[in-house]
């Protein structure tokens, strides 16, 4: 699957490090997420950009900043993260908001 | 607000065994989707049911909504190693992202 591609697929970064993940959707989709997994919260939905506009903020810590330039990439801003932020962040898409969702591959977070 | 429980968390059973999971809405539900995630993977959509009272299946795989639109379950008939793995499901009510529960991972031993 090719739908949404996700970058890097691992990072390491130190506490004081700046960051960026990308995630690009070549399904002309209008709605994009950022999720948060991890083991004791299998799936956290952090952000949610709707014809680029964000419309779900779910009290994310400002460590983490989200941009939608376009309906095809979002990327997600780190800053200054806790190893507590170590996990996997997933990507996804949908036509619109409450329709069908499909994830990257994600993204494995290691925060040192 | 809207909240999506989901059981068991866990669930190991033999090959060959049949497995179930309930997922359990605290409000009623414009449709409810469920995904699976293999070990390693990312969640892959399986169906979408829209309908009070419906039944779809896949293969060995039964999904039923119920007739409140709160609640669902996903049955699987005679489980295969190739089933592992953790299974979601998501609902929402009109005009809000979906909401995901903690999903039930599912372990098959031969």
């Known amino acids: 699957e090719t739908g949404v591609t996700q970058t890097p697929r691992h990072l390491v970064m130190g506490m004081t490090n700046k960051k960026s993940l990308k995630c690009e959707q070549h399904?002309?989709?209008?709605?994009m997420y950022w999720y948060k997994q991890s083991a004791k919260k299998p799936l956290e939905l952090m952000f949610v950009y709707s014809l680029e506009e964000r419309v779900e903020n779910n009290s994310v810590p400002s460590r983490f900043s989200p941009e939608c330039p376009n309906s095809s990439h979002l990327f997600l801003h780190l800053h200054t993260l806790q190893p507590e932020d170590s996990a996997l962040y997933l990507c996804?898409?949908?036509?619109?908001?409450?329709?069908?969702?499909?994830f990257g591959p994600g993204t494995r977070l290691t925060v040192t | 607000g809207q909240q999506v429980m989901q059981i068991p968390q866990y669930q190991h059973v033999q090959e060959g065994e049949d497995f179930t999971t309930y997922c359990n809405s605290s409000t009623t539900l414009s449709n409810i989707q469920w995904y699976k995630q293999r070990p390693g993977g990312h969640p892959v959509f399986l169906i979408q049911l829209v309908k009070s009272g419906e039944v779809k299946k896949q293969k060995r795989l039964t999904f039923q909504f119920g007739e409140a639109k709160k609640n669902s379950s996903l049955h699987i008939t005679a489980t295969q190693t190739t089933d592992v793995g953790t299974y979601f499901c998501?609902?929402?009510?009109?005009?809000?992202?979906?909401?995901f529960g903690k999903g039930t991972t599912l372990s098959v031993s031969s």
């Open positions: 998501a609902g929402n009510q009109a005009g809000t992202a979906l909401i």
């Open positions: 996804a898409s949908s036509q619109e908001m409450r329709f069908v969702q499909y």
């Open positions: 399904l002309g989709h209008n709605a």
